[in-house]
């Protein structure tokens, strides 16, 4: 089976552009959550989505989106970047519903804002 | 008061000894508790879950909960140098499964 798949692994931006990371989760899965993690603030919940519907959300600026399609895939969005974005972005999928979900990270996309 | 905290790291241990960590959580209601290891460049994989009060053995790792104190805990017994890693404690908040909130992370360093 298929691991949890992120592209693009690197990716190099200047500020105030935008960029969209995907995220195709493990086949069967329906739950994908976003994670930003910073050497500083460590693992930061951004969202998660079910569904094709966004179920949780975390403490982060209206310029970090997401959205998922009905294959279950995921992109993340964010606009007009800061140098404070750059961070590991990580992609998490879970089968979604009630129940002791466990989830399983993808590798991630390493995001430099210059 | 943060969500998911941790003991502060790092943490060093010889080989062979047994490697402690800890977590405490804010969120009463909490169901589902889990500890990840990432080595450095990494992503987070699962070492174990625990759902219910009391151990859970997996091999060389026994996670212990106790929700009446909001804590829950990672022995990691007869370390090895691989195990040198950054180890961390996720909870699902609320009566939510799939918001998992993560604590800052405990840097294990295992001493041959």
């Known amino acids: 089976k298929a691991g949890v798949t992120q592209t693009p692994r690197y990716l190099i931006k200047t500020r105030g552009q935008q960029v969209t990371l995907s995220c195709s989760p493990i086949?069967?899965?329906?739950?994908v959550s976003w994670y930003q993690q910073t050497p500083g603030q460590g693992l930061q919940f951004l969202f998660e989505?079910?569904?094709?519907?966004?179920?949780n959300k975390g403490n982060f600026p209206g310029r970090f989106s997401g959205r998922q399609f009905s294959n279950s895939r995921s992109e993340m969005n964010v606009s007009t970047l800061e140098l404070g974005d750059s961070a590991l972005y990580l992609c998490?999928?879970?089968?979604?519903?009630?129940?002791?979900?466990?989830?399983?990270f993808g590798a991630g996309t390493r995001l430099s804002v210059l | 008061q943060k969500e998911v905290e941790q003991n502060s790291g790092p943490l060093s241990v010889p080989e062979g000894a047994i490697a402690s960590l800890n977590c405490t959580y804010s969120?009463?209601?909490?169901?589902?508790f889990f500890w990840y290891r990432q080595y450095s460049g990494k992503s987070p994989e699962l070492i174990m879950s625990?759902?219910?009060?009391g151990d859970k053995e997996d091999g060389r790792f026994t996670a212990q909960l106790n929700k009446a104190s909001q804590y829950v805990s990672l022995l990691i017994r007869d370390s090895q140098p691989s195990d040198s890693a950054t180890y961390l404690c996720?909870?699902?908040?609320?009566?939510?499964?799939?918001?998992?909130?993560f604590g800052p992370g405990t840097s294990l360093s295992v001493i041959p």
């Open positions: 969120d009463r209601v909490s169901q589902s």
């Open positions: 996720a909870v699902t908040m609320g009566t939510s499964y799939d918001k998992v909130i």
């Open positions: 989505y079910f569904s094709e519907t966004q179920r």
């Open positions: 625990i759902y219910s009060n």
């Open positions: 998490a999928s879970s089968w979604g519903g009630q129940g002791q979900n466990i989830q399983y």
């Open positions: 086949s069967g899965h329906r739950s």
